[in-house]
């Protein structure tokens, strides 16, 4: 039903926890594959991959960036590689730092297995920090962004997502072209495909509205790396084609 895609460059500490949550689903293992693409790290990301592989209850496999024609780089580029072999329907991404409860695929597959019409689900996503006070503001600042995303799937005007926590149909992907047209820009894996998608197939965006789907990522650990985020992310707007997004964030 599923494959997972996974982007990781020096995640060699983190994503064995993310292994370990996925391991730990309530939809059979059967039902999905993990593909998980090194992209130019410098620890033993590889490693770990290669390691758990050799015990999973799931399919997972690795596929190493520079290995590819060209040897690119950046998240649009490995998850491009990782849709090249994937081979389910439906593609879920998260990120390799990121925590997921059991039930977490499970309920983008209640989702989807009710709703003929639905192309693209955003997820919720948890900032987690040290309960300080930025580390609070932030995560305060971060539902906001979440509460809007989900407000405007819901009034058929969606404007952001995140990409921690989607899924998107393969053959809608195809069909808009995925990421052609925006590859120059850092940024944007997840938005500029959510707004390709919505002007294709006008109603098939839907927001995972549960509890059990949040997706969880640790807050930056300094405001430096906070406003380096934003700049990131911001650097995408401009180039968004639809006004409804630039009106939600001015």
């Known amino acids: ?3 997972v895609l996974v982007a990781a460059r020096n995640e060699g ?39 758990a592989a050799q015990h999973s209850s799931f399919v997972l496999r690795l596929i190493t960036l520079q290995d590819q024609p060209g040897a690119p780089t950046g998240k649009k580029a490995a998850l491009q590689a990782a849709l090249s072999v994937a081979r389910a329907p439906w593609v879920v991404c998260t990120d390799a730092d990121c925590r997921v409860g059991p039930d977490w695929l499970g309920s983008y597959a209640s989702l989807i297995q009710t709703d003929a019409a639905v192309k693209f ?19 305060l600042e971060f539902a906001g962004l979440v509460g809007v995303g989900a407000a405007t799937i819901g009034q058929g005007q969606p ?35 959510l707004h390709k998608l919505h002007a294709a197939f006008p109603g098939s965006i839907r927001f995972l509205k549960t509890p059990r789907a949040i ?3 640790a807050a930056p650990p300094t405001l430096r790396t906070l406003l380096a985020q934003r700049v990131r992310w911001a650097s995408k707007w401009r180039h968004y084609q639809q006004k409804a997004p630039s009106a939600w964030l001015c």
Do not use: K, W
């Not at 689900?121 to 995560?139: F, I, R």
């Open 121 to 139: 689900v955003s997820g919720p996503v948890l900032l987690t920090g040290d309960n300080s006070l930025l580390s609070n503001l932030m995560g």
């Open 13 to 51: 500490l983190m994503l064995p926890l993310l292994l370990h949550d996925i391991a730990q689903q309530t939809l059979p293992g059967t039902h999905f594959e993990v593909i998980v693409v090194d992209d130019d790290s410098a620890d033993n990301t590889a490693a770990v991959v290669e390691g």
């Open 1 to 3: 039903m599923f494959s």
């Open 215 to 217: 997706v969880r990522t």
């Open 159 to 193: 404007t952001m997502c995140n990409g921690a926590n989607l899924a998107y149909h393969r053959e809608a992907f195809a069909a808009v072209q995925g990421f052609s047209g925006n590859e120059h820009v850092a940024s944007g894996d997840d938005e500029f495909l």
